[in-house]
């Protein structure tokens, strides 16, 4: 062995050896992935707008459209998904209690 050996895992290994498997696990680096690469799309009831959740570069992007033409009304961008799933939300029941209310005052 000399003194400058290339850095490997199994070299770490030897010199710092870890005191159980499961930590060495836990270390590893590896990272799980899952379906979050999915679009994601929220309609009102009346089809007169949808609510898009999509990866856009590093970020989520939620953009809130108009049917049928798909004008584009709003957009934000987001670094977590569950952040830019939540605000989707929020858009469909803004839309869904707008439509509710002019519903209610045209009954009137």
Not at 90 to 101: A, M, S
């Amino acid at each position: 062995r000399g003194p400058f050996r290339g850095y490997n895992h199994v070299w770490l290994d030897e010199l710092f050896p870890s005191p159980h498997p499961s930590i060495a696990m836990a270390i590893s680096g590896k990272r799980r992935f899952d379906d979050d690469d999915k679009v994601v799309r929220y309609t009102t009831p009346e089809n007169d707008f949808e609510v898009e959740v999509t990866r856009t570069l590093q970020k989520w992007c939620v953009t809130v459209y108009q049917l049928p033409a798909r004008d584009i009304l709003a957009q934000d961008f987001f670094p977590e998904r569950w952040k830019a799933l939540a605000r989707a939300q929020d858009f469909i029941r803004l839309l869904n209690q707008r439509n509710k209310k002019e519903g209610a005052e045209v009954e009137l």
